[in-house]
């Protein structure tokens, strides 16, 4: 096999116009609102804070992520199936696994920030200090990459002989295994062991946080001050919840039927819906990139 051919949507060719323009409006978006926190962060000192540092962070794996994923997935809804070289599906597979992995374990740091912010406030900037932050940063991209690189490799050592088509908009893992030729019994479990060691150890760093935030938040007696507190964390959760929920109903179930309908729009719900909704779902609930913004409008306008 030299090139692969990606069929995720030719089963509904009567609807692939309209899911063409709807997903080009998200992508836009989804880049407009990305390079949107990131040029706030990065130009205005009062976001030059640890929470709006892992926030802009999330910008670029986003918009990255994206656009790893989008540009070809709406070839393919445009021409009903599209072609990717065996090279190519091995590069976007890495960079998809690599920004996919690295957002997992950001989630978590992101809220390990909460947690110290709103139970050790008057040690927040001991603890949080700039170094601190760009270890957990380096960390983060640092495991992901290497996560991709040991399932990419592992995934392109099978031999694909009897099929080169994918029933998916993009080269992934579950796909990829239900085409090869040989046995995929260890890459199975190597996909579920790394997946899960990626995804589970941020889970419980996430909830660990959050169990102790509400816990710190019912403590508080000031009205306001609880409901500042909820308000910042909600954000977060959403996304979390969101991004979470997705990922592990496609990658934790290695012998559910992924190249199915379900599987795919759950794919499209974390590679290409979330990242428009996460700008969104941050700027819209945070009063700071709201002002920031309106601001930047009306001095350009």
């Not at 976001?47 to 393919?76: C, E, Q, R």
């Not at 920004?99 to 740091?109: A, H, P, R």
């Not at 200090?129 to 392109?156: D, N, P, R, W």
Request: proline share 4%; aromatic share 14%.
């Amino acid at each position: 096999v030299t090139e692969f051919v990606l069929i995720g949507f030719s089963d509904r060719p009567y609807q692939n116009l309209s899911l063409f323009f709807v997903f080009l409006i998200i992508y836009i978006v989804s880049i407009l609102g990305n390079l949107g926190i990131i040029y706030l962060v990065y130009n205005n000192v009062k976001f030059h804070t640890p929470m709006y540092f892992f926030l802009s962070n999330l910008s670029v794996v986003d918009l990255v992520y994206s656009s790893d994923i989008a540009p070809k997935m709406l070839v393919g809804l445009y021409f009903s199936k599209t072609f990717i070289s065996y090279v190519g599906c091995a590069v976007q597979l890495f960079i998809f696994c690599a920004l996919g992995s690295t957002e997992c374990i950001l989630f978590g740091v992101m809220a390990y920030d909460r947690y110290v912010a709103i139970c050790s406030p008057l040690n927040y900037n001991l603890i949080m200090q700039h170094k601190i932050c760009l270890v957990l940063m380096l960390g983060a991209y640092s495991t992901g990459f290497l996560h991709s690189l040991i399932e990419t490799c592992s995934t392109f050592h099978l031999s694909f002989c009897a099929s080169n088509v994918l029933h998916h908009f993009v080269c992934d893992f579950p796909p990829l295994l239900s085409i090869s030729c040989t046995d995929t019994t260890i890459n199975e479990m190597v996909l579920f062991i790394f997946s899960s060691s990626v995804t589970v150890p941020s889970i419980v760093v996430i909830l660990g946080s959050y169990v102790s935030i509400f816990i710190t938040i019912l403590k508080i007696i000031t009205p306001n001050a609880r409901q500042k507190a909820y308000s910042t964390c909600a954000s977060h959760i959403i996304a979390v919840t969101l991004f979470y929920s997705t990922v592990l109903y496609v990658y934790l179930r290695p012998n559910s039927p992924s190249s199915g309908d379900n599987a795919n729009m759950a794919t499209v719900l974390y590679t290409v819906v979330l990242p428009m909704l996460n700008p969104l779902i941050y700027s819209l609930r945070n009063k700071d990139i709201k002002l920031a913004m309106i601001h930047l409008f009306q001095s350009k306008l």
